[in-house]
């Protein structure tokens, strides 16, 4: 079983891949997912203000955020749909999620 990481700086094709899934959950849901934000996403990736959930290489979330003198404020958090499957739930380094396939 593999360990979940936290990176603080994604490379060029985890964030491809997440705004793959981006735009995918955006398109099923007829336009009510975070892929019209992704101008947003890439602001805090130049910011240095974005984290991202790595099984491998492969990107099952992320989470952006904005900060100032006195603290930081959550932005946006999402985890790869692709991720819930029906029924196999498995625990990754306190992610709790399912396998994919």
Known sequence: MSNAIVSFEPNVDQLNE???WL???D???RFAGLYCNWNSIEYSLGRKEIAII???EMPIGFLTWFKNERAATIQF???GDFF???GRICKY???V???RK
Do not use: D, H, R, Y
């Open 18 to 20: 997440i705004k793959n």
């Open 23 to 25: 735009l995918i959950e």
């Open 27 to 29: 398109q099923e849901k």
């Open 54 to 56: 790595l099984l491998g």
């Open 77 to 79: 958090t999402e985890k």
């Open 84 to 86: 819930l499957e029906e």
């Open 93 to 95: 380094a306190g992610f």
């Open 97 to 99: 999620g399912s396998q």
